[in-house]
């Protein structure tokens, strides 16, 4: 396509660096219910650092953490808690792309490398975006295991719920930083400005931010970037540029095709929602017109709706995964709906202020 001056694949892997490997694969499998498919350590000659792989179908999410003092990655868990070090691109040519990206203004945060063991070679490069977050940028073309070299296999199922693939990932940047990164993405990895939201849009009595929703050539990569917005009080972004110490990650949305089913089970297994009030869904009718979905239920899950001009979408937002308020979850299903639920910003945004007020950071 000639209009995608920076081709990317798909989004390859989002990988967490955290103190305690082993326990964040395990809240995942038995969450979420991905299975533990890879492995890296001691076991398999890695000296320094452990990771795990986890996949569901067209997801996969790794953890890693430093196995000595001294590791590069140390201080920076101890600066931001559990985070979103890497979201990385499959790409066609790592060398074009890595040599691209830094022409066009990117630093460099890992230069193209080879990563060989027997099953073959993967080519890997790295550049730095906002905050400490990294696009890995990664060719294995030439390689016949499953994920990276030097991984383990494993074969620790998790039992699945529906969760289908990476939608989009949202990065929280600092106030008047929004539009520096939007810039960065169009510049440097030729993404477009899909959608932006301004204080007006998203905006409750107390707080606000700003949005802009960029998108890949292909489309397939989709990154909003929020920066906050003054208000009365401090706002959800506020909160999370203080607790994770700048900028980073904020959410992750993966898409399902039976949101219900796939609510139910996190649900079942404890995993907490930020909840909206009951008469969000005395107002839906109205607001979206006819659904496939019994209001009822979405109801009693806590699942939200919002229409655009192509059909409608429902989602839901986990609350914080991590002790500090910063990285949750959006599990989303799309029915048409290529937008991201501006019609519930107001409703969400109130439901996080009432959590914001419990943990006195309002
Ligand atoms: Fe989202």
Known sequence: ???????????????????????????????????????????????????????????????????????????????????????????D?????????????????????????????????????????????INRDEFKGEFMPQFREENEPGDPIGLIEVDHCVGNVELGKMNYWVKWYEDVLGFKNLISFDDNDISTEYTS???????????????PINEPAPGKKKSQIDEFLEFFGGAGVQHVAMLTDDIIHTVSRLRARGIPFLSVPKTYYDMLPDRVGTIDEDIEVLSDLGILVDRDDEGYLLQIFTKPVTDRPTIFYEIIHRKGA????????????????????????L
Do not use: C
């Open 1 to 91: 396509m000639s209009t995608d001056s920076f081709p990317i694949r798909r989004v390859d892997h989002v990988r967490h660096f955290v103190n305690n490997a082993r326990q964040a694969a395990f809240f995942y499998q038995h969450t979420f219910g991905f299975s533990i498919t890879g492995y890296r350590g001691l076991e398999t000659g890695s000296r320094d650092q452990v990771d795990y792989l986890l996949e569901q179908n067209n997801i996969r999410l790794v953890f890693s953490a430093p196995m000595r003092p001294g590791h590069p990655m140390a201080p920076l868990i101890s600066e931001h808690g559990d985070f979103v070090q890497d979201i990385a691109f499959e790409v």
């Open 93 to 137: 040519d790592v060398d074009w792309a890595y040599k691209t990206a830094i022409e066009r203004g990117a630093e460099g945060f890992m230069e193209p490398t080879w990563l060989e063991d027997s099953n073959g070679r993967v080519r890997q490069a790295a550049i730095r975006t906002y905050g400490n977050v990294v696009h890995s940028l």
């Open 338 to 361: 290529k937008s991201f639920g501006k019609g519930n910003f107001k409703a969400l945004f109130e439901s996080i202020e009432r959590e914001q007020a419990l943990r006195g950071t």
């Open 209 to 223: 931010l700003m949005s802009k929703v960029m998108a890949s050539g292909n489309g397939r990569v989709k990154f």
